[in-house]
């Protein structure tokens, strides 16, 4: 049947690990402005495909060191790593800083390497700041059996 030639193409194909190492940004949008100047208390959310992760917060700063690695098992090479840059807010909603996208299929099998790129302004005009991030993402037989 249909499903069964599905999950054997499914099992029979790679399986595909992203090792991401969320390191730091430098000049994020300042969320909270005060009286001597302006901050954020900066996090990130990382999606790949239908998964999402949380960074933690670092207080008042607009260039957080996070120093912190996600592992993924993705279903395809064709997923994109989304990360949005929020600033949270003990009162209200949570301002969005920026984002950024990477297809997965420019990184497969590079080995690790760090890579600085611009965040995007979330109205999607221009960028602001830089975030920085340590990939590695491989494919590996999937050596599953169907009887």
Same mark, same amino acid.
């Given at each position: 049947?249909?499903?069964?030639? =599905?999950? =054997?193409?499914?099992?029979?194909?790679? %399986?595909?690990?992203?090792?991401?190492?969320?390191?730091? #940004?430098?000049?994020?949008?300042?969320?909270?402005? &005060?009286?001597?100047?302006?901050?954020?208390?900066?996090?990130? /959310?990382?999606?790949?495909?239908?998964?999402? #992760?949380?960074?933690?917060?670092? =207080?008042?700063?607009?260039?957080?060191?996070?120093?912190?690695? /996600?592992?993924?098992?993705?279903?395809? %090479?064709?997923?994109?790593?989304?990360?949005?840059?929020?600033? +949270?807010?003990?009162? !209200?909603?949570?301002? #969005?800083?920026?984002?950024?996208? %990477?297809?997965?299929?420019?990184?497969?099998?590079? !080995?690790?390497? +760090?890579?600085?790129?611009?965040?995007?302004?979330?109205? !999607?005009?221009? &960028?602001?700041?830089?975030? &920085?991030?340590? %990939?590695? /993402?491989?494919?590996?037989?999937? =050596?599953?059996?169907?009887?």
């Amino acid at each position: 049947d249909v499903y069964k030639r =599905q999950y =054997q193409r499914r099992v029979r194909g790679k %399986i595909y690990q992203l090792e991401l190492k969320l390191i730091r #940004a430098n000049g994020v949008i300042a969320g909270d402005i &005060t009286f001597s100047g302006g901050s954020s208390d900066p996090y990130c /959310f990382v999606k790949v495909g239908n998964i999402r #992760a949380k960074s933690k917060v670092i =207080q008042k700063t607009l260039n957080p060191t996070w120093d912190q690695t /996600f592992t993924f098992i993705v279903p395809s %090479i064709d997923e994109k790593i989304y990360i949005e840059v929020f600033d +949270e807010d003990m009162v !209200g909603k949570d301002d #969005a800083l920026g984002n950024l996208e %990477i297809p997965l299929k420019s990184q497969l099998n590079k !080995g690790y390497s +760090e890579q600085t790129l611009p965040i995007k302004k979330p109205d !999607g005009n221009g &960028t602001h700041g830089t975030i &920085t991030l340590g %990939i590695n /993402f491989t494919a590996t037989p999937n =050596q599953s059996v169907i009887h």
